[in-house]
């Protein structure tokens, strides 16, 4: 089979010879991949003025419900791509890792449209007040890059790797080229062939390039940008290239690191926290044949209890059962090739010169259901360094398989030393139950680790693991893991925005933000905002509403209904030393009060009201006091019906402005409702 490239909107032939694809169990070819013919520069400008330009037009509300639906298709279809991914020597739990966890990440992303806005902008953080009067302010908004992303990823996770990526940039509005790895982009070009065919996402924001890919990032320029997930050698190489660094185009860059779990002195032996500890190292090692970035290669556990470690380790590895993953029983398959067997094996070699081999054996090994001569099979083996803090390749070489050292501490100081040694790690794990310590290892290790994993009986049950990143949480680590950030919610999201302050009036921003801006003009009209439906609202729209004087009677019969009689509320000899005056207002009551103000009561497109956003209490309201209320139409976020039968609404932020008789504000709060639309049949 030769692999088709997918570029400037068209599927492509397979020119040339191509790079020879193997199946990692039997060793037979399954096909060819090649970059030969492709316009590298044609296919950025396709995707920066076809695919952007598409993809700009729409919200980020918009582009999270693509995503949704995306994930929703490939979920349907995903049992195809687990044959596929059987041929790289995946076993079906390895395979549910890359493919499920590859569109779970989709649905992560696609959920995040609801703090995003349905804007084709996103409004960043809260209005800076840079004038006296307050008729001058600022924003930053974030809009998408005008480029494209190059996508550079690693054999190991040819489904994952790929989703977890397009999932961020396709949701900030910015179209991608793919470079799965030529080892397994297979795998890769099967799904992204169904992506295409789906129609679910615009034309030219996804490219695909199956080969080598040299060349491909030569024409890049400066609203472009690159992504890279493999060795640290190369990704500095491509990082350092002279046209990456004089157009200053971001490189993200995610490397293999020497990833270390420590075993608490408080985890002796013959505790729960001891065996999580070797099961987790266990599952790491042979967990896709340990071909991870975050698998754990270092084993720093106290010397006093370095040889329980390394009995109770050995005979838990010994139970790994190797094969055929396609057999009953066969717990870890093969390496992805032989060839990247032969660069594991060697490195094994070199490492084992000073420290040896405790567990495992490269040559003596039974293979089930398979011919080890021709699969790219390699045993679990764990090695001991000795002397850590002297013996350093163990903290420098790393073997890119089912591969790991063992090693002693004194004390804690020298096993956080030990993990800084790494020089940088995507993930390490401290495996114990007491606070101290843990605490210890946040405070003194975390600045040299992405994501820290604090192991032990409490967390063991619902722990995703140390080497499974969730789409959430920072996925990335400094130094020699590449200082980048692939995951992280909406953090990996801004990647592939750029960051502007807009300054102007505050009804001028709130026109071209669509988030009203404190001082900008209010909109009243006739009729009250509760009796308009969701398309009908405009951000501005405004009521100013009748007031209230509060009373002492009022104080009084809030405390009765609520249980609140805190002393500044029902005691006035007690507010010496205190910031108030006399007997002071419940803060909730002039909330309350100020609902009494705003609200509509008669039935209409208002369904509920769920919650407030912020609520700031500014200044003391006394018996005396009239207040009145600002109620503003705030913000818009549309939604989808869930079901043909659900009612079609959309949230609306309303600005709760409650001020007093001096005209000063006492009470700022954000309200949400839930709001009718009037088009039933509207699902956006």
Known sequence: MKLKNFAEGRWQAHQGDGVAQHHAITGELIGT???????????????????????RKMTFYERGYMLKKLALYLTDIKKKYYAISYQSGA?????????????????????????????????????????????????????????????????????????????????????????????????????VEDIIASCIVPEGAIQLDCGRGHGILDKLTSQDLITFTGSAQTGRM?????????QAIPFN??????????????????????????????????????QKCTAIRRIIVPEKYLEDTRIALGKSLAKTTLGDPAKEGVRMGALVNRSQMDVVRNRVL??????????????????????KSKGAFVPPILMLNDNPMQKLDSHEVECFGPVSTLMPYQDFDQAIELAKMG??????????????????YAVEASAYHGRILVLNEESAPESTGHGSPMPQLMHGGPGRAGGGEELGGMGSVKHYLQRTALQGHPSMLTEITQRYQYGGVYKEKEVHPFRKYFEDLEVGD????????ITKTDIVNFANVSGDNFYAHMDETSLEGTTFERRVAHGYFVLSKAAGLFVDAKKGPVLLNYGLDECRFTKPVYPGATIG????????????????????????????????????TVALATILTMVKKRNQEDEL
Do not use: C
């Open 33 to 55: 991949a090649s970059s030969e013919g492709l316009d590298y520069e044609a296919m950025a400008h396709y995707a920066r003025t076809v695919g952007g330009k598409a993809l």
């Open 91 to 191: 076993t079906n739990s390895d395979s549910w890792v890359d493919i499920d966890g590859g569109i779970g990440t989709l649905f992560t992303y696609a959920s995040l449209r609801r703090q995003m806005g349905n804007q084709r902008f996103y409004v960043d953080g809260d209005t800076a007040k840079i004038s006296t009067n307050g008729t001058f302010v600022g924003q930053h908004i974030m809009s998408p890059k005008q480029g494209v992303v190059v996508h550079i990823n690693a054999f190991n996770f040819p489904i994952w790797g790929m989703l977890e990526k397009l999932s961020a940039n396709l949701l900030a509005g910015v179209p991608a080229i793919l470079k799965p790895s030529e080892m397994t982009s297979y795998l890769t070009q099967a799904m």
């Open 238 to 246: 491509l990082k350092s290239m002279p046209h990456i660094i004089e």
């Open 253 to 290: 860059m995610e490397a293999d690191s020497l990833n270390a779990a420590i075993l608490g002195e408080d985890a002796a032996p013959g505790t729960s926290t001891f065996d999580l500890f070797i099961k987790e190292v266990r599952k790491e090692m042979t967990t896709k044949a340990g």
């Open 350 to 371: 070199e490492l084992a010169k000073d420290t040896p081999i405790v567990s495992g054996n490269l040559d003596q090994f039974d293979v089930l259901g398979a011919d």
């Open 423 to 440: 020089k940088g790690s995507l993930v390490s794990t401290i495996a114990t139950s007491d606070v101290d310590t843990a605490t210890q």
């Open 542 to 549: 405004a009521v100013i509403t009748a007031k209230h004087t």
């Open 629 to 664: 209320v600002r109620f503003t139409v705030k913000e818009k976020i549309n939604q989808e019906k869930k079901t043909e039968d659900d009612v079609a609404k959309g949230i609306v932020k309303f600005f709760v402005d409650v001020y007093d008789e001096t005209g000063d």
